[in-house]
């Protein structure tokens, strides 16, 4: 895993799923700490892996000292939205597991 949290930084990490590895690189695009991180996203295992797609999270309070998180993955190559909005679904229930987790 490689996070250069800066505009213009990397970001780049293996994902190994069912034994084979995808390696998953992008750019940040905007920090704009503590409501917008925007980044490019890439896959090696898309039929053109040089497509490059967008991951645009902001950040507002919700009251009580809790925070809305929202996520827009855009420019996506038709073939894998399914695959993606499985994944995001996936991933933002594993994380608001791990947060109930922490905070009590």
Do not use: Y
Not at 7 to 26: A, E, K, M, P, Q
């Amino acid at each position: 895993v490689v996070v250069e949290p800066r505009v213009g930084g990397i970001v780049r990490f293996d994902i190994d799923d069912s034994g084979s590895s995808v390696l998953i690189t992008g750019q940040f695009l905007t920090i704009d700490r503590p409501r917008v991180l925007r980044f490019t996203w890439s896959n090696s295992d898309w039929s053109d892996p040089t497509v490059v797609s967008i991951v645009n999270v902001e950040f507002e309070p919700a009251g009580d000292g809790q925070t809305m998180m929202s996520i827009e993955h855009s420019l996506l190559p038709p073939e894998e939205f399914d695959n993606f909005h499985s994944g995001w679904t996936l991933t933002f229930g594993q994380l608001a597991a791990r947060l109930e987790g922490a905070a009590t």
